[in-house]
C-alpha cells in the first residue's frame, strides 16, 4: 500500500510540472506575438485614435456585409441596399461634411449647392456618379472628381475651364473657353488685354481662330480682336487699331494671314498710316488709306512677301 501511494504521488508531481511548463510556454507564445503585432503597429503611420476608427469601420463593414448578404440571398435586393444604408447610417456613416478643392475662378458655392444635397445621406446611398454629371452641367467645370472618405466626409475635386476670350454679345460680354464654352458674364474693365470675339457663332469658332493664328505666331500677340463675318470668314484687329480682312476658308485665311506676316516684317505695315488690310481676293491686297490721302490703294503681293 505504501509503495502504490509513492507512485501516485510522483505522478501527480510530473503531471503539475508539465502543466506549469506548458502554461509558461504559452505565456511566452503569446508574449511573442503580442510583441509583434505592437511592433508591426509601432511601424504603421497610425494613431490609437485612427486604429480605433479603422477597427471599428472593419466591424461594422463586416455587418452590413453579412446583412446584405443575408437579405440578398432573401430575394430582396431593395431591402438588402435600404439595410446597409440603414445600418451604416446609424453608425455614423453619412455625410455630413463636404471638402471642395480645385475651384479658383468659379464661385464654389455653385458646387456647395448640388452637393449639400446628400447632406445627411447615408453613404452608401450618395449617387455619385449622378452628382458627377450634376456638377459637369456647370459652365465653368471642365471635369469633376467625387470620392466617399469615410466616415463622414464628401471630397469634390474641380477641374475648372479657362477663360481664353472675351465673346461680345448686343447687351453683355461674356467669358468663354477654348471651345467656346461661355463661363459667365464679364465687365468690361476686367478684359484689358484678353482677346475679344464678335459676329453671330463666334464664340463657335474660337478653337479654328486659334489655329489661323498659329500659322503666323509672330502677329498672334498683335491680335487684339477678331470679328466673324457672315458665318465664313475673319476680320482681324490689331492692337494698333489697323483691320485685316482675309478670304473664306481655313487654308485660304491662313495662307493669307502667312504672306501678310512677311508683308509686315519686311515693310512694318502694322503702326503705320494704312487703317485697314483687305486681302479677300488674293494675291491683291488692298490698302485702305486715310480720306485725305485719296482712295483705297491696290497692291499685288507675291509668294516671297514683296509688294508691287
Do not use: C
Amino acid at each position: 500500500m505504501t509503495q502504490q501511494i509513492r507512485r501516485n504521488g510522483t505522478t501527480g508531481v510530473r503531471r503539475a510540472a508539465r502543466a506549469q511548463s506548458r502554461a509558461t510556454a504559452a505565456r511566452k507564445a503569446r508574449g511573442s506575438a503580442s510583441g509583434v503585432i505592437d511592433a508591426v503597429m509601432g511601424v504603421l503611420p497610425f494613431t490609437e485614435e485612427q486604429w480605433s476608427r479603422i477597427w471599428l469601420a472593419m466591424i461594422i463593414g463586416g455587418g452590413v456585409a453579412i446583412a446584405f448578404i443575408i437579405a440578398s440571398l432573401a430575394g430582396v435586393p431593395a431591402l438588402a441596399q435600404a439595410q446597409v444604408a440603414r445600418i451604416a447610417a446609424d453608425a455614423g456613416f453619412e455625410v455630413r461634411h463636404v471638402r471642395v478643392t480645385g475651384t479658383a475662378r468659379m464661385d464654389e458655392q455653385q458646387v456647395y449647392a448640388r452637393a449639400l444635397a446628400q447632406r445627411n445621406q447615408a453613404m452608401p446611398e450618395v449617387d455619385i456618379a449622378k452628382l458627377r454629371e450634376d456638377l459637369r452641367a456647370l459652365p465653368w467645370v471642365k471635369d469633376a472628381r467625387v470620392s466617399i472618405q469615410l466616415p463622414h466626409t464628401l471630397a469634390i475635386d474641380i477641374v475648372e475651364r479657362k477663360p481664353h476670350a472675351v465673346l461680345e454679345k448686343p447687351d453683355r460680354l461674356v467669358l468663354i473657353d477654348a471651345t467656346g464654352v461661355e463661363l459667365e458674364p464679364v465687365a468690361a474693365d476686367k478684359t484689358k488685354g484678353m482677346l475679344r470675339l464678335a459676329g453671330p457663332g463666334a464664340g463657335k469658332q474660337a478653337r479654328a481662330l486659334e489655329t489661323l493664328l498659329a500659322a503666323a505666331p509672330a502677329l498672334a500677340p498683335k491680335v487684339e480682336a477678331a470679328e466673324w463675318v457672315g458665318n465664313r470668314r475673319w476680320n482681324i484687329t490689331f492692337n494698333t487699331g489697323q483691320l485685316l480682312a482675309l478670304p473664306e476658308g481655313e487654308i485660304e485665311a491662313a495662307t493669307a494671314l502667312v504672306k501678310f506676316a512677311r508683308l509686315d516684317g519686311k515693310n512694318r505695315l502694322l503702326g503705320g498710316k494704312v487703317l485697314a488690310f483687305d486681302m479677300r481676293t488674293p494675291p491683291r491686297l488692298y490698302l485702305r488709306l486715310p480720306e485725305a490721302a485719296g482712295k483705297p490703294k491696290v497692291v499685288a503681293a507675291t509668294d516671297d512677301g514683296e509688294t508691287t
